[in-house]
């Protein structure tokens, strides 16, 4: 039931919004990597234990889409492309870190 002032319809189509990005697997990992600072394809893949190169460019190129990250190319020499959030990007980490400690509490360890 909706609180007064609160329309349950937007908030829906909002969670299945957040949802289209957080329920892929991988994402929200790689959102927390980011965190931590800009980083490169071969580190994010060495911090995001056991994602295949082209799941993690396909996950990469989608976040890039959402605007929740941004590529960035230095023309070198070398070449180099580091990944780094944008601002949503940022503001997603603190939620991040609220559904971890809300698992750590609330959900039993798997495995």
């Given amino acids: 039931m909706a609180s007064p002032g ?39 893949r060495r911090a995001v234990s056991g994602i295949s190169d082209a799941v993690l460019s396909e996950r990469l190129a989608g976040l890039v889409d959402m605007g929740l990250i941004v590529r960035d190319v230095d023309a070198g020499p070398p ?17 991040l870190d609220q559904l971890g400690a809300w698992a750590d509490g609330n959900l039993a360890a798997s495995g």
Avoid at 79 to 94: F, H, I, K, M, Q
């Fill in 6 to 44: 609160h329309d349950g319809h937007q908030c829906d189509a909002a969670v299945t919004r957040a949802f289209s990005v957080l329920g892929k697997r991988w994402n929200g990992m790689i959102v927390a990597v980011l965190g931590d600072g800009p980083t490169s394809f071969v580190a994010l």
């Fill in 79 to 95: 070449v180099s492309v580091r990944y780094r959030l944008t601002d949503a990007g940022e503001r997603l980490v603190p939620i």
